[in-house]
């Protein structure tokens, strides 16, 4: 069975160009551009791993990972940031998100993470 990975970020861009890199890998993708659809495709579909940007309007990264955790806790949760902001991205480890890529990211490093993570 294929391994599902779920991209939320409010950016369209990035979360096409994951998809497509995504699913050219042989995952099976969704994607979410709020922390409401992304919760929601969560509960219909329980993706093995979620990529969530930690600036996202209206519910931000935190407050989706720690919804994701609360719903699943074994959901891997990768985080992206554009700010490096280290409060944040300590406080998102310490929420169980197993590490984070700020953007601009390398997509091989990206994808070799996800390949490890996934046991692919």
């Known amino acids: ?5 779920l991209i939320v970020d409010d950016q369209f861009g990035i979360r096409v160009l994951l998809n497509e890199i995504f699913q050219k890998d ?3 993708t969704y994607q979410a551009a709020s922390g409401v659809q992304a919760l929601s495709i969560v509960e219909e579909n329980l993706p093995d791993l979620v990529i969530l940007d930690m600036k ?8 989706i990972l720690r919804r994701l955790k609360q719903y699943n806790s074994s959901i891997e949760v990768i ?6 902001e280290l409060d944040m991205i300590n406080e998102a480890m ?3 998100a197993i590490t984070h890529f700020a953007k601009p990211f390398d997509i091989d ?12």
Do not use: F, N, S
């Open 79 to 84: 985080m992206m940031t554009a700010y490096g």
């Open 26 to 28: 042989g995952y099976d």
């Open 109 to 120: 490093e990206v994808r070799a993470v996800i390949k490890k993570q996934l046991g692919v």
């Open 1 to 5: 069975m294929k391994k599902k990975i």
């Open 56 to 63: 996202i309007p209206g519910m931000d990264g935190l407050e």
């Open 94 to 96: 310490k929420l169980g």
